[in-house]
């Protein structure tokens, strides 16, 4: 018996020298016909040099490159001609010129239109805001894939393109239920509230977009922590929060102005004495809205606090 590589080409046995051969698929051993010398080939090894007992394991050293993301303009399936010096000093003056050509080709064609290169900037733009907001990167894959609708549906022509990824960050915020107030979006990027506003709101509008409601109670969570308030006081504000929902006082009104009133009755009620004043800066209503909101919760609800 003789082994032999899987690309060596046998045509007569190496005993007898005969050149009736028979092959076996199944096996892929060669026999001789004359003399039965069988001649086994040695098969190669396709797989990882590694081994995995378990299967996170097994996750953990596979190498399947980087996942699809929707936050780059290309979604990272595009490559590079890199620029690596160890071994440029071998290489002729005319082989350097043309992977000069090459690299400046391959880079420009990347970015071949003007959606492509507004996608590129833009892109860039929103992953800044979602990083000084201190967003998942769920939503800021979901605010990617709302911006490319935008861009398809010609909505970002003529308009500003930093407004237009914040506003895409905010409707995203809302649609996956992480709580980030409008002016704290424009203030990342720099912007008026009202100019954030105006693009979220023809995004919505064009796209016909459903934007879901954040739970009252996410709020409620925020403003307590923001105060440096303990727990008890979250608790007694979403049970003012339930007594109110139970006789019909949050419909028609918005959810921040009354978990900011409730925050507020809630901190009152178990003698923290925090003013309307820091409610309000951390909620980002007015005192008018504090005040109207927790004057109606004590009139429907029957409560008797001083103030």
Known sequence: MRKIAMDETISRCPECGSVNLLFDKRSGEISCVGCGYVIVPVMADAGPEWRAFDGEKEDDRSRSGAPITMKMHDKGLSTKISWRRRGRGEMTKAQLEKLSNLKKWDRRTQVANSNERNLTRALSELNSICSTLAIPDAVSETASVLYRKALKNKLVRGRSLRGMAAATVYLACKQCGVVRLLPEVARATNMTKKEVGRCYRLVVEVLSLRTPAIDTRLYVSRFVNNLNLKGDVETLAL???????????????????????????????????????EVAEIAKVTEVTIR????????????????
Request: charge should be positive; glycine fraction near 10%; proline fraction near 2%.
């Open 292 to 307: 109207n909101r927790y004057k109606e919760m004590l009139e429907r609800i029957g409560m008797d606090v001083y103030i």
């Open 239 to 277: 049970e003012i929060l339930e007594n109110a929902k139970a006789v019909g006082l949050t419909s028609g009104r918005g959810p921040i102005g009354m978990a900011a009133a409730a925050t507020y009755l809630a901190s009152i009620l178990l003698n923290y004495r925090k003013t309307q004043h």
